[in-house]
Structures are given as structure tokens and as C-alpha cells.
């Protein structure tokens, strides 16, 4: 008996510490990819395939790499993150060979997600990681390829998943970042599109949509940055500038190596000041931090010549609009 009690104690303790070395290589990961460093973040990711491999973690992640560095790629133009208008114009600066990478990840972790749930149908993490999965394949064909019934298709079987996982983990709030945004964007569709999904059983409200990624940005854990990133654009389109703003500089401040959320901010920035302008309003205070921001671009020294040239044009941009 005493036999069997020390085996159990064993597996039970070879199974947290494994819970917690994936625990602490994901945090490292993302870490490094919201500072822009690619190569760190897949480094961690691979790990965690090595010390797990039939975990969807490790691939999931991965594919999230990839798909967050298309998008600061095709976007950082106009440094404005998950912008549509920015995707439409960078379509053909997809990487073929980094979108077959994509698919690889997103296909291994939705396979290993699928053999956890044909041995149990009510594991809530492999349901969370299979409607991850499907939420990356609908963001990657809708926002990059601009392929929008497959992004349709996979976002519908992304919250399906994730309502199943809030049936049986009511508090498990990262599973509600697909809802939320396939909720604005539902919502924000024109009249007759939106008579026609609801045909299809899909409705949505801009309203629930950001109340949702709200609770998220503040009650999440993995995806807690994910939806911050999401308000700053959708805050944004909402023209909620301060907001936007507020956001914006959250993440600029835990992740002082981004300069694309510090961009995000000017850009909040911009705009709001505008907006007061027009209403007689005073905007000195928003000045002074919009000149800062640029000012302690303009001096890093760290960055190439590219994003240099990037922030200057910015800066001209900025000036342009306030003109």
C-alpha cells in the first residue's frame, strides 16, 4: 500500500512540476514576443513542444508567434495594430513559407487537442486550446489571407468550443476573448450581413463584444495582453481616444521594448487632440505627452535605420494633423 501511495505522490508531483515548467516558458515566451523578439519567444515555445510534446500548448503558441509577427509586420507602416485598412494594403507582403508554419502549428495543436478530447470530452483545457487553435486560423485567414468565410467558418467553431469550456469552467475567462471579439464583429457588420449570419444562428452586439474583452484585458491570464492589444485598435474605432490612449500606454509600459505600443499611444494621442481642438477644449497636457513620446523615440539608439525612419514619419504624420 505504502508502495502505491508513493507512486501516486510521484506522478502527482512529476505532473505539477511539468505544469509549472510550461507555465514559466509560456510566460518567457510572451514576454519576448510583445518586445518584438521573435527568435527568444519561439526559442521558449520550442521548449515547451520538447518537454511536452503531446501537450497543444507548445504548437499553439508557436502559431500565435507567427501570427502576431505577420501582423506587427504588415501594420508597422502605419504603426496601427489589427488595423484592417493596414492589412488590405500589405496582402502581398504574406510570407508563403511562414504561412505553411502557420498551418503546420495550428494543425498539430488542433490534432493534439482532439486526442486529449476523444479520451475525455469534458477536458476543458484541450477544449480551450483546440477553440484557441480555431481562433488563430480564423484571425490568420480573415485579417492576412483576407479569406472571410474560412475566417467565418473557424471563428464560429473557436467560440462553439469556448462556450463549452464556460459550461464546464464558468471563471475561465481567456475562453471568452474569441466570444467577445466575434460578438464587435458581428455587431459592427452592415444591416443586411448581419440579417444573413443571423440565419446561420451567429449574433452579435459591439457592445457585449468589448464588455467582454474588458473582463478579459482585466480578469484574464494568457489572454489578458491579447484583448488589450484588440481595445487599443477597437477603442480606436470607436473613437474613444482616451481610451485608446489609457490602453495603450498599459502596454507600452510592460513592454518597454515595443515601440510599436508607444506609437499606438501617439496616435490616441493625435486624434484626441483634434477632438478637443475642435470642441474649444484645452489639449496641453496631451501636447506635452504626444511631444515626450516622440522625443524618447527619437533619442533610443537601439533601433535601425528602418524604424528610425518609421518613427520620423510618424512624427510628420502627427505634426500634419495637428496642423
Known amino acids: 500500500m505504502k508502495i502505491v501511495a508513493s507512486i501516486a505522490i510521484a506522478i502527482l508531483w512529476t505532473i505539477t512540476a511539468l505544469g509549472q515548467d510550461l507555465d514559466t516558458l509560456r510566460a518567457e515566451g510572451y514576454e519576448a514576443l510583445y518586445n518584438l523578439d521573435y527568435q527568444t519567444a519561439r526559442a521558449r515555445f520550442q521548449k515547451m513542444i520538447e518537454l511536452a510534446p503531446d501537450h497543444p500548448a507548445g504548437p499553439q503558441c508557436m502559431a500565435s508567434s507567427l501570427w502576431v509577427q505577420q501582423l506587427n509586420r504588415s501594420w508597422e507602416l502605419k504603426a496601427t495594430l489589427y488595423s484592417t485598412g493596414a492589412i488590405t494594403e500589405s496582402k502581398s507582403q504574406v510570407d508563403r513559407k511562414q504561412a505553411d508554419e502557420f498551418r503546420k502549428w495550428i494543425r498539430q495543436a488542433k490534432a493534439l487537442s482532439q486526442a486529449r478530447l476523444r479520451k475525455d470530452p469534458r477536458d476543458v483545457e484541450a477544449l480551450y486550446f483546440l477553440g484557441a487553435a480555431e481562433g488563430l486560423e480564423a484571425s490568420w485567414a480573415g485579417g492576412v489571407e483576407r479569406k472571410f468565410m474560412a475566417a467565418f467558418r473557424a471563428g464560429k467553431e473557436s467560440v ?33 450581413t448581419k440579417m444573413l449570419v443571423a440565419t446561420m444562428g451567429v449574433r ?18 494568457w489572454a ?51 477632438t478637443l481642438r475642435k470642441s474649444k477644449k484645452p489639449a496641453t497636457a496631451e501636447e506635452k505627452e504626444l511631444q515626450e513620446i516622440f522625443a524618447s523615440l527619437m533619442r533610443d539608439k537601439s533601433f535601425d535605420a528602418s524604424t528610425r525612419e518609421l518613427v520620423n514619419v510618424r512624427w510628420n504624420i502627427a505634426r500634419h494633423q495637428l496642423q
Open 160 to 192: 462553439e468550443h469556448h462556450r463549452e469550456v464556460l459550461k464546464l469552467a464558468p471563471d475561465f475567462r481567456d475562453a471568452e476573448l474569441t466570444i467577445g471579439l466575434m460578438n464587435y464583429i458581428i455587431g459592427s457588420l452592415p444591416l443586411p
Open 204 to 221: 452579435g452586439s459591439k457592445k457585449r463584444g468589448l464588455e467582454t474583452l474588458q473582463r478579459v484585458a482585466a480578469e484574464g491570464k
Open 224 to 274: 489578458r495582453d491579447v484583448a488589450r492589444v484588440l481595445l487599443v485598435d477597437l477603442y480606436k474605432r470607436e473613437t474613444r481616444w482616451e481610451d485608446a490612449a489609457q490602453v495603450g500606454r498599459e502596454l507600452a509600459a510592460k513592454y518597454p521594448r515595443n515601440y510599436l505600443f508607444k506609437l499606438q499611444v501617439a496616435d490616441a494621442l493625435t486624434s484626441q487632440i483634434v
